[in-house]
Nanobody
Framework: QVQLVESGGGLVQAGGSLRLTCTASGGTFSNYAMGWFRQAPGKEREFVAAISRSSIRTIYADSVKGQFTISRDNAKNTVYLQMNSLKPEDTAVYSC????????????????WGQGTQVTVSS
């Protein structure tokens, strides 16, 4: 059983930056691809970014390409999401998730989820 805890959310002005952190426990972190997803009020949860087990590959939603960067540190059991040039439409609850072996943009493939951290971008 893998437990995931996110941190780093908050209120930021448009154009600002935040770095989200997700720390895992209870499993072998390097066995899991990691993903970030977000859910805005009244909308379905959507894929943001994912990273392979060894950080060789990353994928991003078109809406955040060039704006967000996902990375991980297997020695610290941690995955990060660096978010730059934030816009009001980036406001959402951001959750990290763990998927055995291969990464995916499909939320259905992820077995473990964190509780999420709120990101609010003011205009």
């Amino acid at each position: 059983q893998v437990q995931l805890v996110e941190s780093g959310g908050g209120l930021v002005q448009a154009g600002g930056s935040l770095r989200l952190t997700c720390t895992a426990s209870g499993g072998t972190f390097s066995n899991y691809a990691m993903g970030w997803f977000r859910q805005a009020p009244g909308k379905e949860r959507e894929f943001v970014a994912a990273i392979s087990r060894s950080s060789i590959r990353t994928i991003y939603a078109d809406s955040v390409k060039g704006q967000f960067t996902i990375s991980r540190d297997n020695a610290k059991n941690t995955v990060y999401l660096q978010m730059n040039s934030l816009k009001p439409e980036d406001t959402a609850v951001y959750s990290c998730a763990a998927k055995p072996f291969t990464m995916s943009s499909d939320r259905g493939g992820y077995d473990y989820w964190g509780q999420g951290t709120q990101v609010t971008v003011s205009s």
